[in-house]
C-alpha cells in the first residue's frame, strides 16, 4: 500500500477518517509492540527502546518484561486487555508505559472509547510520552463525542509542544474545536495550519471561508 503523504492525513483528519496513527511517533511505538507475528524477544527489545530501561539482568526485572511478552502475544483481545489493565497497575513501574500502550491500542480498535481515553491518560503521566498520549487521548474523546473536551486536552497540549507536534496538534485542534462549535478557535488553528502545511492552503481556504460564514 503507498505511503500516505501529511497531507492526506491532515485532510483524512479534518473529514472524520481518523486512522490510528495519530502521529507518526505514535506509530512508530505502537508498530514495534504489535505482538502479532513478534517473538517474545523482539517485543522484549522493543519494550526496552520505548520505555528506557538500561539493564536486563536482573532477574526479576527479566522475568517481569518477559511476563508482558507472554501477554502482549495473548490471541483473546479481552483476555489480553485484562491481564494488560492487571500488569499496568501491579507491574514495574518502568514497564507500565508499554501495557498502557498496547492497553490503548486495544480499546481503540475495538471502538471503547472510554476506556482509550483512560489508558492515554495513564500513559501521559510518562513525560516522555506525555505529547503522544495527549493527542491519543483527544482522538479518544473526539471519537467518544467528547469534542470540548478535547479542545481542552489540546489547548495545553500546543502551549509547550515543540514544532514536531505543531501541525498534529493544530489539525486535531481545529477539528475538535469545529466539533465543539467553537468556530473562532476553529479557524484560528485552520489558519496555523496553512503556516506548516504548504500544498494544502486551497482546501484550509475553504474551511476558513466555511467557517467564517457561519460565525
Do not use: C
Not at 43 to 64: D, L, M, R, W
Not at 155 to 171: H, V
Amino acid at each position: 500500500m503507498e505511503e500516505r503523504k501529511p497531507t492526506n492525513d491532515i485532510l483524512s483528519t479534518l473529514e472524520q477518517q481518523m486512522d490510528s496513527d495519530v502521529h507518526p511517533v505514535l506509530k512508530k511505538i505502537l508498530d514495534n509492540l504489535k505482538p502479532i507475528g513478534i517473538a517474545v524477544g523482539g517485543i522484549v527489545a522493543a519494550v526496552a527502546v520505548y520505555t528506557g530501561v538500561n539493564s536486563y539482568q536482573e532477574s526479576q526485572h527479566e522475568k517481569a518484561v518477559s511476563e508482558l511478552g507472554v501477554i502482549m502475544t495473548t490471541d483473546d483481545l479481552s483476555a489480553r486487555a485484562e491481564r494488560l489493565q492487571a500488569f499496568a497497575q501491579s507491574g514495574p513501574k518502568t514497564l507500565r508505559t508499554a501495557a498502557q500502550l498496547e492497553l490503548a491500542r486495544i480499546h481503540m480498535d475495538q471502538n471503547k472509547f472510554a476506556e482509550a481515553a483512560e489508558a492515554w491518560r495513564s500513559v501521559g503521566q510518562n513525560a516522555d510520552t506525555r505529547i503522544i498520549a495527549g493527542l491519543g487521548e483527544a482522538k479518544a474523546l473526539i471519537l467518544g463525542g467528547e469534542p470540548a473536551k478535547a479542545v481542552e486536552i489540546l489547548s495545553a497540549l500546543k502551549k509547550d509542544a515543540g514544532e514536531e507536534f505543531a501541525a498534529a496538534i493544530s489539525a486535531n485542534l481545529a477539528f475538535a474545536a469545529e466539533q465543539a462549535g467553537q468556530i473562532e478557535l476553529a479557524i484560528s488553528e485552520y489558519e496555523a495550519l496553512k503556516s506548516v502545511e504548504s500544498g494544502n492552503e486551497a482546501f484550509l481556504d475553504y474551511k476558513i471561508g466555511s467557517l467564517k460564514s457561519k460565525s
